[in-house]
């Protein structure tokens, strides 16, 4: 963003104001009131000082505006002594002498605080630059004082023709070339610390403008070695070029925005993108964007506390207190509201979208839990399938007396109470992985009731607890229940014993034959039917042993599962 037309205004000044002091020296007047010289430190010093005006109201930290008025009254000073030398001493003498001198203390220090400035260039409003900077005093010091000590050493300047002829006559001492290179690095430092420190990469490309006074100062320089007669010598002396130097360098480095300032603050804010402004403490709005809306101040005072509801609500209002007064910014929340009215009409949708979501998961849980029973179901119908199809051989087989008829009920009554305590184990080891072994003693025990019925002597005992996996329980009350089947006809009494220690799970079946038993060995027998072979191996599967032994008319089986057993 350029130049404001106030500062457009004051620099066209300034400028006027130098061309004036330049072409006083080329006007002679028969009644001069005032020497050329005067009008020279009149121009200067009112350029110096309305600079120094719109310098206080453009660059924003407040150490940068103090170190810019300390360049200032040194510049002034500089044409003060520079009046006071031609004007006011006497030619060769020692005043003019220290007069001379003196000009190397204002630019020495001139240079030196201009490098202070662009040392905040980078850092928060707050945040002050390192103490250690401030020891850069020392040489700048050091340098004046061998330039203002120079009649003792003459290091700064030798005069060949004496004291009396020094202004005409002199020899550039090291002190001299000193300062030269003093300010020559100060230079170079400011525009390495300006381009390194810039925030805007764009402002890196305008580094060109300061040069330019640099530059041009370089040339006249050069001009002052090689050609002393060169005519812009004649209207610009070395005083008012060195003032005119160090003014315009940091006029381009503000210009060129390498050093942050507020100009053009008012246009700023008219072609600003956000809706915002200013006001002051009196009420008044001093600046607000074009994007804004008519606001009134007691609207700005309330929306320091809440946000405040402009425009159906589409707009809100917002405002902070600042120094001097308060801002306040305008931000459109028309595209929220709509966004709001369609997230509710979605809404709706969704939360009907979501009740049938909801029955469609409620309904596909009925049916897993519907299948799952299924299965189940099956499974148990499966399990006993054996058991059931006898039952109902039996109840549809016609019996020839009344001793057959009991007979059969009474074989019937031992399959279902089977049939009954095997669903029983089933339903519990599916809710529940490990079950209590006397849920096998109550089955074995409610079976060998109606073995009793039969005229068998049954006995069934238990001794220790313990849980032990459910398809563990139910492979053995199966397995027995296939051997109790298989030889209930030849069986005259049964014994079983169920015992549970921290090792192991062990049910004992020992069989006492009758006397009319086809039979010599009725587990060679069982060996080769089919049931008690199945179940056998599904005892070896679940990590169990069977062992089936005979001795005279006994028969003994053992089932055996390690404790602590899992099912697979």
């Known amino acids: 963003m350029g130049s404001s037309k106030q500062t457009k205004r004051i620099n066209i000044i300034c400028l006027c104001l130098i061309f004036v002091a330049a072409a006083s020296r080329g006007v002679s007047l028969e009644e001069q009131w005032f020497s050329y010289n005067s009008i020279i430190c009149a121009a200067f010093s009112a350029a110096a000082f309305l600079w120094l005006f719109q310098i206080q109201g453009r660059v924003i930290r407040r150490e940068e505006r103090k170190y810019l008025m300390l360049i200032v009254l040194f510049i002034v000073f500089l044409m003060v002594i520079r009046t006071i030398k031609y004007e006011f001493s006497l030619s060769g003498s020692i005043e003019e002498r220290y007069l001379w001198y003196l000009y190397y203390v204002p630019q020495t220090y001139i240079a030196l605080l201009m490098f202070f400035v662009v040392l905040y260039i980078g850092k928060p409003l707050d945040f002050p630059i390192s103490r250690w900077w401030k020891l850069l005093y020392i040489p700048a010091g050091g340098i004046c004082l061998g330039i203002l000590t120079n009649d003792f050493h003459q290091l700064a300047f030798r005069f060949p023709d004496g004291l009396v002829n020094g202004s005409q006559s002199y020899i550039h001492g090291p002190f001299y070339f000193l300062s030269v290179i003093w300010m020559v690095i100060l230079f170079v430092a400011i525009l390495s610390v300006v ?4 925030a805007v990469p764009e402002n890196r490309g305008k580094m060109w403008m300061p040069m330019i006074p640099l530059a041009c100062g370089l040339i006249y320089f050069l001009s ?13 002396r070395v005083p008012e070029m060195l003032c005119l130097l160090f003014a315009s360098f940091m006029e381009m ?4 925005h ?16 956000i809706g915002a402004g200013i006001m002051n403490e009196e009420g008044e709005i001093c600046y607000k964007s074009g994007q804004s809306v008519d606001v009134s101040p007691e609207q700005i005072r309330k929306a320091q506390d809440d946000s405040i509801s402009l425009q159906n609500e589409n707009l809100i209002l917002r405002s902070h207190k600042v120094h001097g007064g308060s801002g306040f910014w305008i931000r459109d929340i028309s595209e929220i509201n709509h966004l709001n009215r369609e997230m509710m009409e979605l809404g709706d949708v969704l939360e009907q979208e979501n009740a049938l979501l909801n029955a469609q998961n409620k309904i596909a849980e009925e049916e897993a839990r519907i299948q799952e029973q299924n299965q189940l179901y099956d499974a148990m119908a499966q399990r006993v399938c054996p058991q059931l199809d006898k039952i109902s051989g039996i109840l549809q087989k016609p019996f020839e007396d009344e001793l057959q008829f009991e007979n059969n009920m009474k074989y019937a009554c031992v399959l279902n109470a089977y049939v009954k305590r095997c669903l029983n184990l089933q339903l519990m080891s599916y809710q529940n992985k490990q079950l209590d072994v006397n849920e096998l003693w109550l089955s074995v025990s409610e079976s060998l009731e109606y073995v009793r019925l039969c005229g068998i002597n049954a006995l069934c005992t238990c001794q220790g607890t313990g849980n032990m996996p459910g398809e563990q329980l139910l492979v053995t009350y199966e397995l027995f229940e296939s051997v109790m089947e298989e030889l ?14 921290d090792k192991e799970f062990l049910l004992q079946m020992e069989i006492e034959r009758s006397a009319h038993s086809r039979c010599t060995a009725p587990f060679d027998v069982l060996g080769s039917q089919e049931a008690v072979k199945l179940y056998s191996e599904k005892v070896h599967f679940l990590s169990g042993t069977v062992r089936l032994e005979s001795e005279g008319q006994t028969d003994y089986l053992s089932v055996c599962f390690p404790a602590g057993g899992e099912n697979p």
Do not use: Q
């Not at 002052?224 to 610009?236: A, G």
């Not at 480095?253 to 060129?256: C, D, G, K, N, T």
């Open 195 to 198: 381009f390194r420190r810039c």
């Open 253 to 256: 480095l503000i210009l060129a």
């Open 224 to 236: 002052f070695f090689v050609n002393p007669d060169f005519f812009v010598l004649k209207y610009i």
């Open 258 to 273: 390498l050093i942050p300032s507020n100009d053009n603050y008012g246009e700023f804010w008219e072609v600003s993108s």
């Open 488 to 501: 209930l006809p030849e069986m005259d009494a049964i014994l079983v014993h169920l015992e549970v220690s």
